[in-house]
C-alpha cells in the first residue's frame, strides 16, 4: 500500500512512491491508542555522493489523528507474573520479552518526597524474560532474570540493551553486564563495567540514559560528564549536569570519550551506515529540543545553569564555529527505531520513528535522514498525535511495534501493560516471517557463502547477526569478506564486510600488518563510491595502519566532504609524519570551512600533535589556525591553552577562557584570574565602539564571568582582593558585581561548594566590603541590588542599615515586593518598633504589601489574627480575599467557623462575589465544626459542586 491521500479510515503520509512501510496508528473506544509498523522486503540501500536536495525553510510536521477499524488489537497476555509498572523492555530475537518491571513503586510516596525536598526511598527492580512457547502469540513463561535496588531512582529508570546472551543494564550508578551462562533463563555473572564508586568515587550519580552497540562492535553508552561537574556553584533542584557518549569495548575495557554537552540524551541509534545519532531538550541557551548527528570529540554545548546569576549562565555555552549543529525538532525523542528501506534503489534516505519524550506527550514521529554535504538532513517529518503516551518501543522480529504505556499521573485510570497491533491480511506476510526465522537461527551452522549473502538482507539485524557470526570464525573469512567489500553491486555487503575486518583486526593485531590486507585497503580507498572511500579511511584508523599515509593525504583533499571529514580524523588516529603542517593546510582549504570539517581537524591535531607543538599556533596568522589550535589543547587539558587568551581575536579569546574554565586546566587558571588586572585594555576587543560598560556585549559579560570566577575557584587572599574590588567596582555590569558579592558572602558565611575557596580567605575583609556596599546598592535603582543587600542584611544581622531599609521600604515608586522585603527585614530586627511602618503598609495601594502587612500583624498577635484576615475578606480586592481565605481555612481559633458559616450564607443565598467560589469551598473543607460541614454540604448539593480533595 503508498501512503497516499487519505480519509479518516486511512493514513495518508508523505512517503516516498513505492515504499511498502506500514505505520497504522488506532484510536480505540476505551482512549488507548495502539501502534502498528509491518513492512515487506527490498532491496539493498543506494550507496551514492549524490543526494536529494532537501526542501527549503524550516519542516513542519503534518499533524493528523486516524481511525482504522479493519485491524487487529492485541494487548499482550501473560500468563503468569504479569508486569505490574514495566518500565522498558526490548524485544530480543527469538521474540522474548526483557521487561524491567518496578516493584511495588510507591509512586504518590516518591512524588510527595521528590517535592518536599526529602531523600527518595529506594526502589526495587527486577528483569522479567517473558516467552512464546506455542507461537500463538501469547506468553506462557515468566522468569525472573535478576532483581536489584535502585539507590539514584527519583526521576530516572533503568534502561537495557540485549545483546547475542549478554544483557547490559544502565542504572544510575553505574553499566553492568550480566551473563546467563547456562542459558537457564536466570543471571549467573554480574560486572560492574563502570560503576559511580570508580568512576566518580560515590559522589554523585553516573544515570546513565541510553545503550548500543556500533558497527565495530563497541558498546556505547551515554552517563553525566563528570569532568565538567564542577561547574555547579549550589545544589539546584532544576537543570541536568552536562551528559556525554562513551564507548567501551564488550567486556568494558578501552572506555572513550566520543562526544559532550548533551542535555539529558534518552536514546543512541546507528543508521545503516555505521552513523551515530541522539537527541537531547537542548543547549541552556535556546531550549530547543534537537536531533544529533555524532562525531569524535565534539562538545555540544549544554551545561548545566547557574541558578545564582541566570542573567550571566545562559552565555556559558560552547561557542565555537567548529561546533556541530544539531536539527532542531519539536520534542525530544525518547525512543528511536530505525527501519528497513523503500524499495526504490535510489532511495538515499533512511526511515525512523520515535516516540517523543515527556510525561504528557502522546507524540509519535516519523523521519527519513539524507546525507548533505558531509552531514545529515531531516527529511519528510510525520506527526501522530494519540491519545495516550507511548514510553518505550522496541521492533520484534515478526516485524511488529511493541510500545509500552506510560502512566502519567498516579490515580490515572489508564492501565499500564506492553501492546501491539497486528492488521489482519499483514498477520502472515511472508517477508515479516522470513526476517524472524533468520532471527531466530543459530547461524553457526550456516556457511560463510550464506552468511555473506545475508548481508544482503534489508533489515539491519538480519545484517548485523550474520557478521557477528562471521567475525566469531575468526580470519579464516578474510578472503571472503575483502572480496564482498569490493562487489559493486551488493553495496550493504560492501560496508558489513569491511565492518567485520575492522572488528577481526582489534582481535589479531598481526591482520593489520598483512600485504594483502593493506593492498586490499589502498584500493577501497579509491573506490568510485564515496561511502565505501569514508569507511575505508575509518577502518585505516581502527587498524592503525600506518601506510595509508600517502593515499589518506590525497583523501583530504577528496570531493566528498565526508570522506574528508573521515580521512582528517584518520590522519590524527595514526599520527602521520608532518600531520601538523597537513591539517593546518586541510583547517585553511576554502572547501573544509563546514563546521564538521573543522571540528575534525582540531580532533585530529588534538590526538596526534604535541603540547609543544600546537602552542606555536597561537602566533599563527591565520585566525582559523589559531582556534583550532585552542581547542586541540583545550581537548588535552593543556596548560598551553593560556597562550590563547591574549589573543587579537575577542572570539578565540573568549573560548581560551572557556577552555580554561569549564575543563578546568587548573594549572592555567592564575594566567586568567589575572586577566583582571588589564581589563581596561582587553575590554576594547569586544567594544570597540561603546564605551558604555553598563552595556557591554553578552561575549564581554561572559568572558568577565570567567576571569572573577577563577579568581573565586582559586580563592587565595589575592583573589579574595580582586573579587573585594570588583563587588564594589561601579565601572563592572550589575550581573557581574552580583555574582562577585554572592562570593564574597559564600566566602563569609563559610557555606561555599566544590570549586569555592579554602579556609585561607579572610572573612574580616569579606564582611568590610559587604557594609561598603550595602548603604549604595539600597538606594540603587536595581531591584535585584535592593533584594540581595536585604538578604544578606537578614542573614548576618547588621542592623545598623535599619535607617536605611526604612527608608528603602519608603520609597513609594520601589517595587511592592522590594518594600515588603524590607518591611519584613523591619520586623525582624525590631518587632516592637514595627507599628508606623505596619500602618503605612495597611492603606497602601498595593494587595501584595497589604497582604504581607496583614500577615506580620497576625503573627504580632495571633489572637486577633482572625480579625485582621476578616477584615481583610471583607473590604480587600479579590486576590486580598482569596489569601484570607486561605489562612482562615488553617487558622486552629474558632471563631474561625463563625466567619464561614456567615459566607457561607451568602453563597447559598447566590451572594458570593465573583473568584471566591473554589477558595471558600476548600477553607471550609478543612473545618472539623458540624455546621460548617453541613452548610458546605448544603451549597455543594444545591450548586452541583464536586467536593475537592484536600
Given amino acids: 500500500m503508498d501512503a497516499g491521500a487519505a480519509d479518516k479510515k486511512s493514513i495518508g503520509k508523505n512517503l516516498p512512491p513505492r515504499r511498502l512501510s506500514f505505520l497504522w496508528v488506532i484510536s480505540l473506544a476505551n482512549g488507548l491508542t495502539l501502534i502498528l509498523l509491518t513492512f515487506l522486503p527490498s532491496l539493498s540501500l543506494h550507496l551514492s555522493a549524490d543526494t536529494a536536495t532537501p526542501p527549503r525553510g524550516p519542516l513542519s510536521p503534518s499533524v493528523h489523528d486516524y481511525e482504522l477499524q479493519d485491524i487487529h488489537l492485541e494487548r499482550i497476555h501473560f500468563a503468569s507474573n504479569p508486569p505490574s509498572h514495566p518500565l522498558t523492555f526490548k524485544v530480543d530475537h527469538r521474540q522474548k520479552l526483557w521487561v524491567v518491571d518496578q516493584l511495588k513503586p510507591a509512586i504518590n510516596l516518591v512524588q510527595s518526597r521528590i517535592k518536599s525536598g526529602q531523600t527518595s526511598p529506594e526502589k526495587r527492580f527486577q528483569i522479567v524474560i517473558y516467552e512464546d512457547l506455542d507461537g500463538k502469540e501469547g506468553y506462557e513463561t515468566a522468569r525472573i532474570f535478576i532483581e536489584w535496588t535502585e539507590k539514584h531512582s527519583d526521576l530516572l529508570k533503568p534502561v537495557i540493551f540485549v545483546d547475542e546472551g549478554l544483557v547490559y543494564l544502565g542504572t544510575a550508578s553505574g553499566l553492568t553486564v550480566i551473563h546467563d551462562i547456562d542459558q537457564d533463563g536466570k543471571a549467573d555473572l554480574k560486572r560492574d563495567l563502570i560503576s559511580e564508586a570508580e568512576y566518580v568515587k560515590g559522589h554523585s550519580p553516573l544515570n546513565v540514559t541510553a545503550i548500543t552497540k556500533g558497527p565495530f562492535g563497541w558498546i556505547f553508552f551515554t552517563s553525566f560528564d563528570h569532568d565538567l561537574g564542577h561547574l555547579e556553584l549550589s545544589p539546584s533542584d532544576s537543570g541536568y549536569p552536562a551528559s556525554a557518549i562513551f564507548k567501551c569495548l564488550p567486556d568494558g575495557s578501552s572506555i572513550q570519550k566520543i562526544a559532550t554537552g548533551l542535555n539529558h540524551p534518552e536514546d543512541l541509534i546507528f543508521d545503516a551506515y555505521g552513523n551515530l545519532f541522539t537527541s537531547d531538550e537542548g543547549k541552556e541557551t535556546t531550549r530547543k529540543p534537537r536531533f544529533i548527528y555524532v562525531t569524535q570529540g565534539a562538545d555540544y554545548g549544554y551545561r548545566k545553569p547557574d541558578h545564582q546569576e541566570p542573567k550571566v549562565s545562559p552565555l556559558l555555552t560552547y561557542r565555537s564555529e567548529a561546533l556541530p549543529q544539531g536539527m532542531d525538532i519539536q520534542r525530544p525523542f525518547q525512543h528511536i527505531e530505525i527501519l528497513p528501506p523503500g524499495r526504490s534503489k535510489q532511495s538515499s534516505s533512511q526511515r525512523f520513528i520515535a516516540s517523543v519524550s515527556g510525561k504528557l506527550s502522546k507524540e509519535i514521529h516519523a523521519f527519513s535522514l539524507i546525507m548533505k554535504s558531509g552531514s545529515f538532513q531531516l527529511t519528510k517529518l510525520n506527526q501522530w498525535n494519540l491519545n495516550t503516551s507511548p514510553n518505550e518501543m522496541s521492533l520484534g522480529p515478526d516485524g511488529k511495534l511493541y510500545m509500552t504505556q506510560l502512566i502519567n499521573t498516579p490515580d490515572s485510570n489508564q492501565t499500564p501493560g506492553i501492546y501491539k497491533i497486528i492488521l489482519p491480511s499483514e498477520r502472515h506476510v511472508p517477508s515479516s516471517i522470513h526476517t524472524a526465522s533468520i532471527l531466530r537461527a543459530d547461524l553457526s551452522k550456516k556457511t560463510t557463502t550464506r552468511l555473506i549473502h545475508l548481508f544482503q538482507h534489508p533489515d539491519h539485524r538480519v545484517r548485523t547477526k550474520a557478521q557477528t557470526a562471521l567475525v566469531k570464525r575468526g580470519s579464516s573469512t578474510l578472503r571472503a569478506l575483502t572480496q564482498a567489500a569490493k562487489d559493486p553491486y551488493n553495496a550493504m555487503s560492501r ?56 593515499v589518506l593525504v590525497e583523501r583530504m583533499k577528496d570531493p566528498s566532504e565526508r570522506v574528508r571529514q573521515m580521512a582528517v580524523t584518520a590522519a590524527g588516529k595514526l599520527k602521520l609524519n608532518g600531520v601538523l603542517e597537513t591539517v593546518i593546510e586541510f583547517i585553511a582549504a576554502p572547501d573544509n570551512q563546514h563546521p564538521l570539517l573543522q571540528q575534525a581537524a582540531f580532533v585530529a591535531m588534538a590526538d596526534a600533535c604535541s603540547e609543544d607543538a600546537l602552542s606555536t599556533l597561537a602566533v599563527h596568522h591565520n585566525p582559523k589556525v589559531r582556534r583550532s589550535g585552542n581547542l586541540a589543547l583545550r581537548r588535552q587539558k593543556s596548560n598551553q591553552t593560556a597562550r590563547f587568551i591574549n589573543d587579537d581575536s575577542y572570539d578565540i ?114 564582611k568590610t566590603i559587604l557594609k561598603q556596599a550595602a548603604e549604595e546598592w539600597l538606594t540603587s535603582s536595581d531591584t535585584g541590588q535592593q533584594e540581595i543587600m536585604l538578604g544578606y542584611l537578614e542573614a548576618f544581622g547588621w542592623n545598623e542599615f535599619k535607617p536605611a531599609v526604612a527608608s528603602l521600604f519608603r520609597t513609594f515608586n520601589a517595587k511592592p515586593e522590594t518594600r515588603a522585603s524590607a518591611l519584613k527585614l523591619l520586623f525582624h530586627w525590631e518587632p516592637e518598633h514595627i507599628a508606623p511602618y505596619l500602618n503605612e503598609a495597611l492603606i497602601s495601594n498595593s494587595a501584595f504589601l497589604r497582604k504581607e502587612a496583614v500577615l506580620i500583624q497576625a503573627k504580632m498577635d495571633p489572637t486577633d489574627a482572625v480579625a485582621h484576615w476578616t477584615e481583610r475578606l471583607e473590604f480587600g480586592e479579590i486576590k486580598e480575599r482569596q489569601e484570607a481565605l486561605k489562612e482562615l481555612g488553617s487558622l486552629l481559633d474558632r471563631r474561625v467557623d463563625a466567619v464561614l458559616l456567615h459566607w457561607l450564607e451568602r453563597a447559598l443565598q447566590d451572594k458570593l462575589p465573583s473568584g471566591l467560589s473554589q477558595h471558600l469551598q476548600q477553607a471550609a473543607t478543612q473545618r472539623t465544626a458540624p455546621a460548617v460541614k453541613k452548610s458546605l454540604k448544603q451549597w455543594q448539593t444545591a450548586n452541583r459542586i464536586s467536593p475537592k480533595k484536600q
Fill in 653 to 766: 579569546m573568549i573560548e581560551a577562557a572557556q577552555s580554561i574554565h569549564n575543563t578546568p586546566i587548573q594549572n592555567a587558571l592564575p594566567q586568567l584570574a589575572r586577566l583582571h588586572e588589564n581589563r581596561k585594555v582587553w575590554i576594547k576587543k569586544f567594544e570597540s565602539e561603546n564605551e558604555d560598560t553598563e552595556s557591554l556585549s553578552a561575549d564581554a559579560i561572559e568572558m568577565l564571568y570567567y576571569v572573577y570566577h577563577a579568581n573565586f575557584i582559586l580563592g587565595k587572599a589575592e583573589h579574595l582582593k580582586t573579587i573585594v574590588s570588583a563587588a564594589g567596582d561601579q565601572a563592572l555590569p550589575g550581573s557581574i558585581r552580583r555574582m562577585c558579592l554572592q562570593w564574597v558572602r559564600s566566602w563569609v558565611s563559610n557555606k561555599t561548594s566544590g570549586d569555592s575557596p579554602d579556609e585561607t580567605h579572610n572573612r574580616s575583609a569579606s
Fill in 495 to 550: 560496508l558489513h564486510a569491511i565492518w567485520a575486518v575492522g572488528q577481526l583486526s582489534e582481535y589479531d593485531r598481526e591482520i593489520a600488518g598483512r600485504n594483502d590486507i593493506q593492498a586490499w585497503l589502498n584500493d577501497l580507498m579509491k573506490d568510485p563510491s564515496s561511502e565505501i572511500r569514508a569507511q575505508a579511511a575509518v577502518l585505516a584508523a581502527r587498524m592503525g595502519d600506518a601506510s595509508m599515509h600517502r
